[in-house]
Every structure is written in structure tokens, then in C-alpha cells.
């Protein structure tokens, strides 16, 4: 059984940093992306950013770039997400899906979410 464990939010001033964590248990495919969600109260969860577990290739959302990195570890299926210079439109609940493509099809997991809080 997969499971997805973050950690690393909490309450941090805007300006500030936080570096969040997502570990997975349980997951043996050799391929896969390792991403990053936001969900907002009253907001849809959207797309922040992820990596390849391969190649290392990265993707941000434009509201995030220059600002926030991600990270991963293939072997050890961690990913991790550093934000620097956070804002109060940041504040929000992260997630971390891993998602991949095998004779079944498409396969996602979720983490259980981790709150960020972007303010003085």
C-alpha cells in the first residue's frame, strides 16, 4: 500500500521561507513525477510544481517561479519543496501527489496535505 507523508508547513512571515517534505512509502515504480498541489480555502486545489524522478526535469506554475524549487530524490521517493520570499497569497494547504503510467494506466497518490500560513 502506497502512503504519502508531508511535513514542513507551519506559520512563517511574509518574506520568509519554509521547505516542505513529502516521503513515499510503499512506492516501487521506476518512473514517475513527483508533484506539488495548493488548495486555498474557498479555492480549487491547483498545480504548483514537480520533477521528473529520472531526469530530474522541473515544471512551475508561473505564480510560483523564481520563488518556490522543487526538489527530488528518486531512489528514496521524497520530494521536496523549498519557498522562498512567501507571501500571504501563498497561505494554503500543500500537497503531494506522485503520479505514473503503467499497464493499468494512470496511478496517482496523494499525501494528506500540510498547512502553510503566510503571515505577520
Known amino acids: 500500500q502506497v502512503q504519502l507523508v508531508e511535513s514542513g508547513g507551519g506559520l512563517v512571515q511574509p ?6 517534505s513529502c516521503a513515499a512509502s510503499g512506492f516501487t515504480f521506476s518512473s514517475y513525477f513527483m508533484n506539488w498541489y495548493r488548495q486555498a480555502p ?5 498545480f504548483v510544481a514537480r520533477v521528473s524522478s529520472n531526469s530530474g526535469w522541473t515544471n512551475y506554475a508561473d505564480s510560483v517561479k523564481g520563488r ?17 520570499s512567501l507571501k500571504p497569497e501563498d497561505t494554503a ?6 503520479s505514473t503510467v503503467d499497464t493499468g494506466g494512470l496511478r496517482e497518490y496523494w499525501g494528506q496535505g500540510t498547512q502553510v500560513t ?3
Open 15 to 20: 518574506g520568509g521561507s519554509l521547505t516542505l
Open 42 to 46: 474557498g479555492k480549487e486545489r491547483d
Open 68 to 84: 518556490f524549487t522543487v526538489s527530488g530524490d528518486g531512489a528514496k521517493a521524497t520530494v521536496y519543496l523549498r519557498m522562498n
Open 93 to 98: 494547504v500543500y500537497y503531494c501527489k506522485f
Open 118 to 120: 503566510v503571515s505577520s
